[in-house]
DNA sequence: GATAATATTGTTCACTTGTCCAAATTTAGT
DNA sequence: ACTAAATTTGGACAAGTGAACAATATTATC
């Protein structure tokens, strides 16, 4: 419960092909996750990941028709990886339905001080604004992390109706997002994190069980002018 | 108030030299900032930039050393800018400390929305991860687009001692920039920003006035277990 | 252990990359 | 106009890029 680690790769098994194959191939997957997160977007050449991989260019090739391919069934098995984890972590039992919003809370900022989070994300956001097929992808994981923080959002105040529940996650989710420059892995307020994460524990519950139908449509803020 | 821009480019003047080198200088700058704002990181080469300025490429090694010394400038350029807009800022007038967070929440929630800010800002990320030039020149930056922050969480709020008063504006801080990947120009979710900034107002201005000194060190959470 | 499918090697190709430099052009002050 | 400094040009260079291919080695199955 404490520690809850995502894997870094999820590959659907290829059809056909010797076990030697399928292990080439998730080796190959493997080194140039690990460039990219060591040396950045710019170290994925296919000459370093045949490197990395102890592997010559040529067989680069054999297993992807081309770079682009590469990267795109990297991208993807590290998404996936991540959305298996999510679907285990939303029926991991829990008291209250605010007790389980926090513990979410708790596993999303602990997954952000990990090198690969921290590393893999502002990358994927980077190549997001510029390549559809990332963008897809990218806006695919995070529809289907926000489900869970939708369900619990409904259980703690049921009056809100479903649009303002579905931004509500999003602001949730956006937040602790944020979190991954500043907290996270080597980053200056890594160690703060662990209060961080009461801030945060305390304003997401707050924020979900007082707000009330409506008040976000309107610009009648509570406190303002 | 309702708008406002900053600037691409803060670039302090060269010694020496004609007034056609300085808009040498300053258009190779603009240029490269286009690319990357269009097209990203990638198309950061001395070619494309040479042709997007209408320049030759050589010339480009007389204004800048090297290509790394062309995108630390170009970085320093656009951080300064944001610099110098976040002093100004500080000092519009506001009413009580509550109106002039809002304000501030407000302003730099716009800005995230800007093509520019969308754009340019994950990939600085994305570069401070392996770039310790770019890793510490984005954490100046952000130290210093908190200063305001912590002042008004100060007024709001003065029973915080100054440390959590930091933690605070950094969690403020972290959660709106988290808003880039998703109510970002031309994000799935853009057109709820005015909803978001609501949420964040209300949430943020709750957050720092009731938040007891203590509170975030020891894990006494309030509606926890 | 022969065989066909699969995997790997080594090499070649055309192209792009950043850097460098000598020559030509433009600029500002005399 | 003359001049020296500043700017610009165009082309060269070695190194690296993704892609392609035939030749070789490995694997699983009969």
Redesign the pocket.
Known sequence: MTNFIVPDLKITPRT???????D?FEHILRSALALLVNHGSAA?????IATESG?????L???F????ELIRELLNAVISSYEESFDEIVHEAGATAEARLENLVMLILEDITTKKTTRFFPELWAMANHDPFVYDRMNELYDRARVSLNELIGEINPALPEDERKILALFISASMEGMTMFAGYEKPWRAQMPMLEIIARRSFIQLVSTLRPGEIKGDLSIGGS
Do not use: D, I, W
């Open positions: 056909g092909g010797y076990a030697r194959g399928q080439g994925l050449t296919l000459r370093r592997m010559n260019v040529g067989n090739n054999y297993y028709r081309s770079k682009e």
